[in-house]
């Protein structure tokens, strides 16, 4: 069943990307054009233009990214800390395989928390949760990620040993199901979560859904700034916000409805 909703879950993430919806509008508008419907393609094609221009100016994105960004604004660590865990994200596998060195990507600030928090406790153990995300990776059985966050972690001077990588999850209820049997934490014990700002809201609630207690957010990787700062001439950025924005409201209300 888990496996059927995480397929589920990318091919409904694949269709509500906006450049899904941007091709198809295109290839309508020339299928109408050569089947003589030219109003019709002109329109679609118009539509077509007006997204477009409008993704490329207005950071639409960072408006819909930033009430899930502003739910958990306060970092409150308390002194005592028995584990840090991160989600995974944050690896660039493909560059990491071919460069034979660790890649990371715009989510790195997670990896760099979770080191600098296990700095500031030397005492705590730190859980890395997830492997490949990519539905082709599940679908086609391929190897599991190379260790990456752990390479990082170990060059900044982490003991290996307070590693624990749960290496099976694909998604973020399994992050919190899976990491919990790993860990089974006592009753008493305090964690903190370190994952992108916006992807927090829904990570507390699957957390707490799994049996995690005594979680503390600990936010990073923030996406939005100003409005009018935002404005000008950005479209590959602004797209990936405003994909980011889409997928994580829609994933935060099917997990809602799934009690995940």
Same mark, same amino acid.
């Given at each position: 069943?888990?496996?059927l909703?995480?397929?589920?879950?990318?091919?409904?993430?694949l269709?509500l990307?906006?450049e899904?919806w941007?091709?198809?509008?295109?290839?309508?508008a020339?299928?109408t054009g050569f089947l003589?419907?030219?109003?019709?393609s002109a329109?679609l094609?118009?539509a077509?233009?007006?997204?477009?221009?409008?993704?490329?100016?207005?950071p639409?994105g960072e408006?819909?990214?930033?009430p899930?960004e502003?739910?958990?604004?306060n970092r409150?660590i308390?002194?005592?800390?028995?584990?840090?865990i991160?989600?995974g994200?944050?690896?660039?596998p493909?560059k990491?395989?071919?460069w034979n060195?660790?890649q990371l990507?715009?989510?790195?600030e997670? /990896?760099?928390?979770t $080191?600098?928090?296990?700095?500031?406790?030397? !005492? *705590?153990?730190i859980?890395?949760?997830? +492997?490949?995300g990519r539905?082709?990776?599940t679908?086609?059985?391929r190897a599991p990620?190379?260790?990456?966050a752990?390479?990082?972690f170990?060059s900044?001077?982490i003991?290996?040993?307070?590693i624990?990588w749960?290496d099976q999850?694909r998604?973020?209820?399994?992050n919190a199901q899976?990491?919990?049997?790993?860990?089974?934490?006592?009753p008493g014990?305090?964690?903190v /979560?370190?994952?992108s $700002?916006?992807h927090?809201g829904?990570?507390m !609630? *699957?957390?707490?859904?799994?049996g995690? +207690?005594n979680?503390?957010p600990?936010?990073v990787?923030?996406r939005t700034?100003s409005?009018?700062g935002g404005?000008g001439?950005d479209?590959?950025?602004?797209?990936e916000d405003?994909?980011?924005?889409?997928?994580?409201?829609v994933g935060?209300l099917?997990y809602?409805l799934?009690?995940r």
């Open positions: 069943m888990d496996t909703f995480f397929i589920i879950s990318k091919l409904v993430g269709c990307q906006v899904t941007l091709v198809v509008t295109l290839a309508l020339a299928l003589g419907r030219k109003r019709l329109s094609s118009a077509a233009f007006l997204a477009v221009t409008l993704i490329s100016i207005f639409i408006v819909l990214l930033a899930l502003a739910e958990y604004a409150n308390p002194e005592q800390v028995n584990g840090i991160v989600l994200g944050a690896e660039s493909r990491t395989l071919r060195q660790p990507n715009d989510a790195s997670r /990896l760099i928390a $080191a600098s928090l296990a700095i500031a406790h030397p !005492e *705590s153990r859980v890395y949760a997830g +492997r490949s539905l082709l990776d679908v086609s059985g990620l190379p260790p990456i752990i390479e990082v170990s900044l001077g003991d290996p040993e307070r624990i749960e999850s998604n973020t209820a399994e899976l990491s919990f049997d790993l860990v089974q934490p006592a014990e305090i964690w /979560l370190v994952t $700002a916006f927090m829904r990570a !609630e *699957s957390f707490g859904a799994a995690w +207690r979680v503390v600990y936010p990787d923030y700034g409005f009018t404005v001439w479209f590959s950025s602004n797209l405003l994909n980011t924005a889409i997928k994580e409201w935060r099917a809602r799934t009690g």
